[in-house]
């Protein structure tokens, strides 16, 4: 298994920008497709991003053109750059990781506990 430890998250004014880090450790993190998921009060939790073990990114359209993933395989680190930010953006942000991209995609075997980003008007 791999465990997933989040970080960078906080009260940003919109427009503003944060990056989202993940750590990975106790497994083979460069073989692991990864995800980033966000989970608003009253709400399901979304697919925000993934990234393959080869690099190949997926957005959620909300958040096309303004966030950014990306990895660090030599860190065994996942990134999320966030720009551009709304209020609407604000929710607790997980990190997720699969062996297979379809799984981390629909349910990932992984997860971190969570970062909550806050974004006021």
């Known amino acids: 298994q791999v465990q997933l430890v989040e970080s960078g998250g906080g009260l940003v004014q919109a427009g503003g920008s944060l990056r989202l880090s993940c750590a990975a450790s106790?497994?083979?993190?460069?073989?692991?497709?990864m995800g980033w998921y966000r989970q608003a009060p009253g709400k399901q939790r979304e697919l925000v991003a993934a990234?393959?073990?080869?690099?190949?990114?997926s957005y959620h359209a909300s958040v096309k053109g303004r966030f950014t993933i990306s990895r660090d395989n030599a860190k065994r680190t996942v990134y999320l750059q966030m720009n551009s930010l709304k209020p609407e953006d604000t929710a607790v942000y997980y990190c997720?990781?699969?062996?297979?991209?379809?799984?981390?995609?629909?349910?990932?075997?992984?997860w971190g506990r969570g970062t909550q980003v806050t974004v006021s008007s």
């Open positions: 997720a990781a699969d062996s297979s991209w379809e799984e981390v995609r629909v349910s990932p075997r992984s």
């Open positions: 106790g497994s083979v993190f460069s073989i692991n497709d």
């Open positions: 990234i393959t073990s080869s690099g190949s990114t």
